[in-house]
Nanobody
Framework: QVQLLESGGGLVQAGGSLRLSCAASGSFVALNAMGWYRQAPGKQRELVAT???????NYADSVKGRFTISRDNAKNTVYLQMNSLKPEDTAVYYC????????????????WGQGTQVTVSS
């Protein structure tokens, strides 16, 4: 139904920056909340940041002040600007989107990206 394609991951030194992008495509009439999650080695997947369709944002305490989530509704794309990166930010980052499938039905669903690796060296 909906596919999320991520890009922008890579290897950076501590203190550096990366910008992740996630573009949604497929069958949907509206994207609701979107967000970024990450899973570090040996740890469970955790919420990084979310943004509603109206632009309200929420961040994990560990990234507050360093990361910024944004979206371009015209492009069906969500971004994660990551500054002042730390080695503990190393993880696979996953894009998430809640979407409405049809205006005729009160039906929502969730989609996940394939993940993109972010590695921060010390």
């Amino acid at each position: 139904q909906v596919q999320l394609l991520e890009s922008g991951g890579g290897l950076v030194q501590a203190g550096g920056s990366l910008r992740l992008s996630c573009a949604a495509s497929g069958s949907f009439v509206a994207l609701n909340a979107m967000g970024w999650y990450r899973q570090a080695p040996g740890k469970q997947r955790e919420l990084v940041a979310t943004i509603t369709s109206g632009g309200n944002t929420n961040y994990a305490d560990s990234v507050k002040g360093r990361f910024t989530i944004s979206r371009d509704n015209a492009k069906n794309t969500v971004y994660l600007q990551m500054n002042s990166l730390k080695p503990e930010d190393t993880a696979v980052y996953y894009c998430n989107a809640d979407y409405r499938r049809s205006w005729l039905f009160d039906s929502t669903a969730a989609a996940w990206g394939q993940g993109t690796q972010v590695t921060v060296s010390s």
